[in-house]
């Protein structure tokens, strides 16, 4: 098993690394599916097996999903044999949960910073005023901020952005060191805090519920203020070819678009942000100074 499951970390580490995330999950799948079948060459009809097998155990259609490209990915690591094909794909027929925080929820988590550690401070600013995802949360090293900025290594093939770190906000910086923070522990992470603020979530919410929030009222406060809604996909640093498509209905549009016409500040697209961000105004006060 562990030639195999080796194999597998190869694959997805070169010649492009993956997400540490999206590693770990590869492998809890690869090693599930291995500790199944035991002693035995895997064939077509083991796999056939192994997806009843877990459907019978009522895993999800969309569990399912995801694990066949995981298993794809074993195979083909190893050498094995892939028969299947798109049509064999589980096809999952309810909506993906995706809750979105409301904003009432977002400013009383960050009113209660005064009950949380060091580090539940520092991650819920960068999830409220940036909204990353726990993956780029995970990625951050005190190497990548100083007194002035901060870098944010995006996940999903998106771009690196680096930001102004706002006044209100540099206590909280000057306050903590990063450590290492797997996505799973800032998932408990995020569930601890709503605690502590005594916020009750619905399944499902994560930090990416901030995230999705916080999109679109910018989207909402952008079009107030006359300004282009796709500075949204520059500020969350997202790729060239998917803003183009989002906000012009063409990958080349963004691939054209240059922003950094507007100011030669570097920083012109947090100041512009910043002027309209729905939650940076609930991190000022004496009261939470650390």
């Not at 090693?31 to 009522?58: A, H, V």
């Not at 064999?88 to 995706?98: G, L, N, R």
């Amino acid at each position: 098993m562990e030639i195999t499951l080796e194999n597998l970390k190869l694959t997805l580490t070169s010649p492009r690394e993956r997400a540490p995330g999206t590693i770990l999950t590869y492998l809890e799948t690869g090693k599930r599916f291995l500790d199944w079948l035991g002693n035995k060459e895997p064939t077509d009809i083991s796999f056939r097996q192994y997806f009843s097998y877990r459907r019978d155990n009522k895993i999800s259609e969309r569990t399912l999903c995801k694990e066949f490209y995981h298993l794809k990915k074993l195979a083909l690591a190893n050498g094995w044999k892939w028969t299947f094909t798109a049509d064999d794909v589980p096809f999952p027929e309810e909506e993906p949960s995706a809750p979105a925080l409301i904003p009432e929820v977002i400013e009383k988590l960050i009113k209660a910073r005064h009950l949380y550690l060091k580090a539940e401070r520092f991650y819920l600013a960068v999830s409220t005023i940036w909204g990353c995802r726990r993956e780029e949360l995970a990625r951050i090293r005190k190497r990548d901020y100083d007194d002035n900025s901060i870098l944010i290594r995006t996940a999903k093939h998106g771009r690196r952005v680096r930001h102004l770190i706002p006044d209100e906000l540099k206590p909280i910086f000057e306050a903590y060191h990063t450590k290492v923070h797997s996505p799973t522990a800032l998932s408990i992470m995020f569930h601890r805090i709503c605690r502590k603020a005594d916020v009750k979530v619905e399944k499902g919410s994560s930090f990416h519920s901030i995230r999705r929030n916080l999109r679109t009222i910018l989207e909402w406060r952008l079009a107030e203020e006359r300004l282009p809604l796709s500075l949204v996909a520059d500020y969350f640093g997202w790729a060239k070819t998917t803003k183009g498509i989002i906000y012009g209905g063409a990958a080349m549009l963004g691939v054209y678009d240059h922003p950094e016409i507007l100011s030669s500040d570097k920083f012109v697209i947090d100041t512009l942000i910043y002027n309209c961000h729905p939650y940076l105004k609930f991190w000022e006060g004496e009261q939470h100074r650390l």
